[in-house]
């Protein structure tokens, strides 16, 4: 394990935060918050010293980096970051509890949007804006971010695509041009013009500038912490449509924006991930809405309420406009399982992920018809190409790890004795990085009741949903720490 | 620069370490997907998988984009029918082949315009050119030419018994009562440029500078026994193996081809008339005792097996044979290769790979490029030949007062007939060539380069 390396990427990954955290303390000294100037100025200062600590240390790193140590550079990098990253919550003592704080910043660096809080609108506005912030910094990836801006790998090493494949989502990543600095820096430049795009929209709207940066980076990231206690309830119908249809262009794989940029636009529409999900929005809308004829006064509203939840549930976003937990139990089950599918790989969403759901679906097909006919050799094809054997066996063990970590967090968490719908809700809604869920943890409440150990189980659920659950089980694998 | 490299097999791979080091966007195409994963691991490149003769793929793969195709892939057919689909949907791009089929060597340079090829290569026809100066010059485990041939460099292992041993650097010229210049020494698999100071151990290997006549006196002040080989034994019988017989054709030595395969035999046979060809199979030892081989003045083994050549070549050692010659695919693991007696060590897909970084050099620059290229010291340093002309700095200026870059040393002048070791007080004007060895990371693509 060279632990040194890692130990250099961890310096990286803190002394980024630290320099993006400058924003909310700008924000704090020009609003005059003091206690909150402090925290800020406090938590800087020490994520840059650890940094400088962690570099000086680590500067003469050998080389030898593979897939274990990229994966736990993720984990242990993740982790880290939202240790550091939680501190001015703690220590402005905004959010008086150091777990709760935790579950904030990791709520918020995985896009999950799950709170303690019962009313954001007590958290100062560094405080709302670096909530926020992070939604977008852990959308796309502290690592890439660093991929695309620091030349880590001198010239030629190729190892960085470890690093990559453990943060960005799905179960094939690739690179989109030959250099992986160039590969994340298309990355970010699309997702930062979508933002800023989405914000000049919502600028439109006659949303002030403070909201339509918080309510991107949300968006963007398909977080969902909004800055008002009822989300998106009390905005306009032309903001609530504006942030449904750029939430499900983030729940978009981003190579298919940059397929779009060279003009492909042919092998975009065909793309079989992207029809199944646009073709799931569609559906489960059209399913919501009449099940929900009469509930609103027209049936515009209805539609627009039903694409709004849809479209924040299928991308893990968890915004809401209206407490979809007091709809009738048909469209709440269309709801928990687009929560659990999520949205598309390579995209800045939480899930399952469409494509694991085809690749899924087509092996059972595939399965089933062998039980009639056992000799008759198919393959499986996406896009029509054919899917590696290898691929398929990992995806199937994927749903299995995935299935296992979900029934035992609900287990654990139900200790506290709440409603059943309530203890899966908030499981599913912490690790597939939503947000809300139902009942005592719905859009209209908050995870504050849980215990001290419900809330670091749930902690770890929304890290291993965000980073696909092998960067961090790997964390608890005792072979991992051995030296080779 | 966007270049394509067809074929992940050794050579393409080695390229892709070469390529990717010196920071070009490299697209690696190859049909076999577990073997492109692992080369993505290693260097920064994307990859695509499919037949790289097939338009989807190259389309896929961007070629309309690209600068340079290099197609290597183990088969002739394919390398061609990419060129030629590459070049079809992209009028521009430069395209290099492997060509190993001796059948298809002059038809690839007559339709090379035809195939739209700039530039073909056969690593198998180049070890057997590079086996042959080895064998035409014994003493040296490897020589490198430049300025057509009046400057060399030449390696040396430093034995135990060497005169050599424990000597400063400024006294070297006293010993060999000629003027060399060590320009780079490989110690423990490290290339380092020595100066003045730098003491030789046993086991350095040395890459010495000098004009030809200079490096025999060498060689005789050293007393290195330079035989002359007479008669050489070549165990297998595979592509290097025909194309050095060819090329010993008209010398005065004697060539004897041990291969297993009968019909292999036969078709050398007929092949190569004037080379002696025997039946039998090299791993056994009483076979090559049958045959004579410490009778031999020099042994290559050729086999397409690296063990199987490693044990060959030990075996001869052990016979004492005078020179030995290995061939070896894989050099990855040079501190174990180091420590074995296995003579001068040959890599085809290295030598070739010289030849193609020299060209994309070339294409980057068009005037001032490189004219020669040699990898030196296991690859940790450079030898390159540039031409001095008119925008080159510095002429006419004493080395003394010239800053270079570190890791950079002049080690010759070659004007007109003349050859110049340099020192400080020598100059260089236009229209000389100068070789200058590098073995820092800098990628020197110009003369200028090198002034600091």
């Known amino acids: 394990m060279n632990y040194k390396m890692i130990a250099r990427f961890f310096a990286f990954i803190l002394g980024i935060e630290a320099i993006l955290m400058l924003q909310s303390l700008g924000i704090s000294i020009y609003d005059g918050t003091s206690r909150t100037t402090w925290a800020f100025v406090i938590t800087v200062v020490a994520t840059g010293a650890v940094a400088a600590l962690m570099g000086f240390f680590s500067r003469r790193a050998e ?51 799950a709170s303690i809080l019962a009313n954001s609108e007590t958290l100062t506005r560094a405080s709302l804006y670096w909530r926020s912030f992070s939604h977008w910094l852990g959308g796309m990836g502290v690592l890439v971010f660093l991929l695309a801006v620091i030349p880590i790998s001198r010239g030629n090493e190729g190892f960085t695509i470890h690093l990559m494949r453990a943060e960005s989502t799905g179960p094939s990543v690739g690179k989109l041009v030959p250099k992986m600095r160039q590969t994340a820096a298309v990355l970010y430049i699309v997702y930062v013009v979508m933002t800023v795009i989405n914000v000049i929209f919502l600028l439109l709207g006659n949303m002030d500038l403070f909201e339509a940066l918080c309510t991107a980076f949300g968006t963007a990231g398909t977080g969902g912490f ?65 099940n929900l004829l009469g509930t609103f006064a027209s049936v515009g509203e209805t539609i627009l309420h039903a694409f709004f939840q849809v479209s924040s549930l299928i991308t893990t976003t968890g915004f809401s406009t209206v407490n979809y937990d007091l709809w009738p139990s048909f469209s709440k089950a269309i709801l928990l399982i687009l929560m659990m599918i999520g949205s598309c790989a390579g995209s800045t969403g939480g899930g399952f992920k469409c494509i694991r759901l085809l690749l899924l679906f087509k092996n059972m097909r595939r399965n089933l018809s062998q039980i009639i006919r056992p000799r008759r050799v198919r393959v499986i094809t996406v896009n029509g190409k054919t899917v ?27 200790l506290d004795g709440f409603s059943i719908a309530t203890n899966f809700s908030a499981v599913i809604a912490c690790f597939n990085n939503i947000g809300p869920g139902f009942e005592a943890v719905g859009p209209a409440c908050n995870f504050s009741a849980y215990s001290v150990l419900s809330k670091l189980v749930l902690i770890l659920d929304m890290l291993a949903g965000r980073l696909e659950i092998y960067p961090i089980l790997i964390l608890f694998n005792y072979r991992t720490w051995k030296k080779r | 620069m966007k270049i394509l490299i067809a074929g992940d097999g050794r050579v393409g791979s080695t390229l892709a370490r070469q390529l990717s080091a010196e920071g070009h966007d490299l697209v690696l195409i190859d ?13 920064d490149l994307m990859s695509v998988q499919g037949n790289c003769a097939s338009m989807q793929t190259l389309l896929q793969a961007d070629v309309e984009h690209a600068e340079l195709l290099i197609a290597c892939t183990g088969t002739d057919e394919v390398n061609l029918l990419s060129c030629l689909t590459a070049h079809r949907l992209n009028p521009k791009i430069h395209t290099i082949a492997r060509i190993r089929d001796p059948e298809y060597l002059e038809q690839a340079y007559k339709m090379r315009d035809a195939f739209g090829l700039s530039l073909t290569f056969n690593p198998e026809r180049q ?36 005169r050599l041993c424990n000597v400063p650097l400024t006294a070297i010229s006293g010993i060999v009562k000629c003027r060399v210049l060590v320009c780079s020494v490989l110690r423990d698999g490290q290339a380092i440029a020595p100066d003045g100071r730098f003491v030789i151990r046993a086991g350095d290997r040395l890459f010495v500078t000098a004009s030809s006549d200079n490096l025999a006196i060498m060689l005789k002040n050293l007393g290195v026994v330079t035989h002359k080989v007479r008669n050489v034994l070549l165990a297998g019988g595979g592509m290097v193996a025909y194309y050095l017989a060819q090329q010993l054709e008209n010398s005065s030595i004697t060539v004897h081809i041990l291969e297993r395969d009968p019909e292999r035999c036969r078709k050398l046979a007929a092949l190569v008339p004037h080379a002696q060809i025997v039946q039998g199979d090299v791993g056994d030892q009483s076979f090559l005792d049958s045959e004579g081989l410490a009778n031999y003045d020099a042994l290559v083994s050729l086999t397409g097996s690296d063990e199987l050549n490693m044990i060959v070549s ?48 070339a294409m980057q620059n068009q005037s001032g490029a490189a004219l020669t290229i040699h990898s030196i010291a296991d690859g940790h340093a450079e030898a390159m030949e540039f031409a001095v002309d008119e925008d080159t700095l510095h002429c006419g200026e004493p080395l003394r007062q010239i800053k270079l870059k570190p890791h950079i040393l002049l080690v010759g002048i070659s004007r007109g007939h003349e050859v110049e070791i340099p020192d400080g007080n020598s100059t260089f004007s236009r229209g000389d060539h100068v070789v200058i060895v590098s073995s820092g990371e800098d990628v020197i693509l110009q003369l200028n380069d090198i002034f600091a």
């Open chain 1, 63 to 113: 080389k030898g980096f593979y897939v274990r140590e990229g994966l736990l550079c993720v984990g242990m990098g993740w982790i880290l970051m939202s240790l550091f990253g939680c501190l001015p919550f703690w220590i402005s003592g905004e959010i008086p509890a150091f777990v709760d704080a935790l579950f904030e910043i990791v709520s918020g660096f995985t896009t999950t949007g």
């Open chain 1, 226 to 290: 909004g800055v008002k206690a009822d989300s998106m309830g009390s905005y306009s119908p032309y903001i609530q449509t504006v942030t449904a249809v750029f939430m499900l262009l983030f729940g978009i794989n981003f190579s298919c924006f940059y397929l779009l940029l060279l003009r492909q636009v042919k092998s975009v529409l065909k793309d079989e991930e992207l029809r199944l999900y646009l073709g799931l929005v569609i559906g489960a809308t059209l399913l919501i809405t009449l």
């Open chain 1, 388 to 414: 590696d054997e290898s691929l398929i066996a990992t995806t199937n063990s994927y749903f299995s790890i995935y299935m296992v970590i979900l029934l035992l967090s609900f287990v654990v968490v139900s």
């Open chain 2, 31 to 43: 049909s076999n997907g577990s073997v492109l994963e692992n080369t993505e691991e290693k260097y």
């Open chain 2, 127 to 162: 070890a057997a050119r590079e086996i042959e100066r080895l064998l035409k010059s014994p003493g040296f485990l490897k020589r490198d030419y430049f300025a057509h041939g009046r400057v060399e460099i030449a390696e040396l292992r430093v034995e135990e018994e060497s």
């Open chain 2, 314 to 361: 030990l075996y001869a050692d052990s016979k004492e044979i005078p020179q030995i010659i290995t061939r070896l695919g894989h050099v990855e693991n040079n501190l174990i290769i180091d420590s074995l007696p296995l003579g001068s060590v040959i890599c085809p897909r290295k030598l070739c790979c010289n030849n193609i970084v020299r060209y994309v050099r």
